[in-house]
């Protein structure tokens, strides 16, 4: 089908070409029927239907493609606003507390998905090929390229564009979601009996009723040990646990092992069978799959970085190899061996001494925020005075407020998006009958960040092509932006000693931490990366070898960056993340978050007053769903860059 799909592309673009169409997007209607006949199959018609189609439905002129573009824009905004208020309303039971009690059906819908088979319709009933035809796709680097001279309209005509660029089968994405799935299983049922282990000379460290999930378990696990008096013991032997994952010797007993007694220095009994790259290569195979369908991004690797992150995965290799190979690293770590009185171990990349507010009262700001904040409505309520006081004018201030709803969610609370203009944002909280704790309000704060975005960016934006971020860094650098300014926001009369929001500078003990927990991520980013690069490469690869390819990849990025700072040669730890098993490739975006929002506050800290500091924030809200390239540029004046943050860390001192 690839070799046939080829040959429709080339007999259209000959036949174009011969034609001599002179009009002014004569290359456009080229481009967009040769993408049309790349997605084009015998099941959509014989070759003549295809050029009868395409004569049939190109536009001939620019004000047709507008009135199409316009037509377009509204059907997809009506479609994925009704597919979300759908979902949310079958969401409700399980994520909110003011809903009814969920029940066995509840559950099993909210995997529903009323959007699954959009994609499949739309090829069928041929929208997907008019859209196509007319507004074509355009690689991330013409984006970034091309798009530094397009107007807004020509932005919107590109994200249309990009709408349906893959036709990948039901039968694949099935593959696809099962392999996700069965990954997912393998993660979440791996859990490390911690009663169970013993040192050489039979210690017991733990309590039989202390069971750690791999690896987020025991990395927090690890953290909280900092200062307790047998603390090092422990992170030792757990650090020793990791290794045994990650190399694949642990004892399948011991996984999920209730009554299997082990020494993590020294057993050696039936070792678990490579279960752990065999998942990874299952999703691999799963993108093999995938690539045939997607002549436009025809790797796994292209679709996630260039198709969904849209920063190329090199150009995120060099941003992260520059940050954690920067002397700032050596800056931070030397302020915490002095803390820790002791020469660094690999796996104090998770020190966790570096405190916000550490000097806050807390106890006294609960009681501010439980006394201003019984319930949701009360939040709702004051949404308008906090972005007053964020320096928005109270008509603008009063806009944005009447498009966010404050829900109760059952779990720690989350912002759900809107995805058209008939429905709101969501903030969703948790508030105890005693009222929001100062923790809630803090996160209640970041919450309320991602909200403003939403609305700015799809209520206040000239296309709802454009409506949005360009990922998820970029609402999630609005979302620090505001929580930093927690204290700030509280009626003033609560916290003294605080100056204004604009020009806010994060105390440093936030900012050590935020650097430190990038420098942690980056790196198992970069393992992560390189480590999709080898299996494209290896693609018959078995899990074994693939194991053994992963350590070598873990070795090399720990002995360049992380042995001279954390000693150990040829450490393995940077591979035990889970999320590299059962979320391929995601780890890049939280580290990005920080680069975007210390990008952000070192712009926005030239804007001196609130009124003047919350009219940038605004401008640079609405300029919608750029690629994060030329986001940046327009936002900041430069492209996505780790100077900013590596100048913090230069200019903090924490005591
Ligand atoms: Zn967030």
């Known amino acids: ?15 174009l070409v011969s034609c001599g169409t002179k009009t002014d997007n004569r290359m456009e209607l080229s481009r967009g029927a040769q993408q049309v006949a790349a997605l084009w199959t015998a099941e959509d018609g014989t070759q003549a239907e295809l050029i009868q189609f395409i004569a049939d439905n190109e536009c001939k002129t620019d004000s047709e493609r507008l009135v199409l573009f316009e037509s377009l824009s509204r059907i997809m905004e009506r479609m994925y606003e009704s597919a979300d208020l759908l979902t949310v309303e079958l969401l409700k039971p399980t994520q909110l507390t003011n809903a009814a009690e969920p029940q066995t059906p509840d559950w099993i819908m909210s995997g529903y998905s009323p959007l699954a088979h959009f994609a499949d319709d739309m090829f069928a009933n041929k929208l997907a090929f008019v859209t196509i035809l007319n507004f074509p796709h355009y690689t991330l680097e013409e984006k970034n390229t091309l798009g530094k001279h ?14 349906f660029t893959t036709r990948v089968p039901a039968s694949v994405n099935t593959q696809m979601a099962q392999a996700l799935a069965n990954a997912e299983n393998y993660i979440a049922d791996y859990n490390i009996y911690m009663g169970n282990l013993r040192t050489e000379d039979d210690r017991k460290l733990w309590d039989d009723d202390k069971v750690l999930l791999s690896h987020w378990n025991l990395r927090d696990e690890l953290k909280a040990l900092y200062g307790a008096a047998d603390g090092q013991e422990k992170q030792e032997m757990i650090y020793q646990v990791m290794q045994r994952i990650v190399n694949q010797t642990i004892p399948q007993a011991a996984i999920n092992g209730k009554d299997y007694l082990w020494k993590p220095y020294s057993t050696q009994d039936n070792a678990e069978p490579y279960t752990r790259y065999a998942r990874i290569l299952e999703t691999a195979q799963a993108y093999f799959a995938e690539d045939a369908y997607c002549p436009t991004m025809p790797t796994g690797i292209i679709r996630n970085f260039e198709g969904g992150v849209e920063i190329p995965a090199e150009e995120l290799d060099s941003l992260f190899r520059a940050l954690v190979g920067s002397k700032q690293v050596q800056q931070v770590a030397s302020v915490i061996r002095e803390r820790l009185g002791r020469d660094l171990r690999p796996y104090d990349i998770w020190y966790d001494g570096f405190k916000a507010r550490a000097t806050m009262d807390e106890d006294a700001l609960s009681a501010t925020t439980r006394a201003l904040y019984p319930d949701a409505n009360a939040f709702a309520a004051d949404m308008w005075r906090l972005l007053t006081k964020m320096g928005f004018y109270s008509e603008d201030a009063r806009r944005i407020a009447s498009h966010i709803v404050v829900e109760p969610a059952r779990g720690s609370g989350h912002a759900w998006p809107c995805m058209g203009k008939n429905e709101p944002a969501r903030l969703r909280t948790r508030i105890p009958a005693s009222g929001m704790d100062y923790k809630g309000y803090n996160i209640a704060v970041h919450e309320f960040g991602h909200c403003v975005e939403q609305v700015l960016d799809m209520y206040m934006i000239d296309h709802y092509m454009l409506s949005g971020v360009p990922n998820t860094a970029y609402t999630e650098a609005s979302a620090f932006l505001w929580q930093q300014r927690d204290l700030q926001l509280l009626p003033s009369n609560s916290v003294s000693g605080l100056t204004g929001v604009a020009g806010l500078t994060s105390n440093s003990e936030t900012v050590y931490d935020q650097f430190w927990s990038m420098y942690e991520i980056m790196g198992v980013s970069l393992v992560d990366m390189s480590m999709w690069k080898w299996i494209y490469a290896h693609p018959k690869a078995t899990p074994k070898e693939l194991c053994e390819a992963t350590m070598g990849i873990a070795k090399k990025v720990w002995n360049q960056y992380y ?3 954390l000693g150990e040669h040829d450490c393995i730890l ?15 975006n939280y580290p990005l ?11 926005l800290a030239q804007y001196k007053t609130p009124a003047e500091f919350a009219g940038e924030y605004m401008r640079i809200y609405r300029l919608g769903r750029l690629t994060p390239k030329e986001w940046m540029v327009q936002a900041v004046g430069e492209a996505p860059s780790i100077e900013p943050i590596l100048r913090a860390i230069e200019n903090s001192h924490p005591q």
Not at 3 to 12: D, G
Not at 574 to 588: D, F, G, K, Q
Not at 594 to 600: K, N, T
């Open 1 to 15: 089908m690839q070799y046939k799909s080829f040959f429709f592309a080339m007999l259209v673009g000959v036949m």
């Open 563 to 565: 042995e001279p700072v």
């Open 574 to 588: 940077l591979a035990v993340y889970s999320h590299m098993v059962n979320a391929p490739m995601y780890l890049p």
């Open 593 to 603: 978050g920080h680069i975007v929002q210390y990008q952000l506050e070192e712009h």
């Open 150 to 163: 397009w107007t807004r309209q020509q932005w919107a005509y590109a994200r249309m564009g990009d709408v």
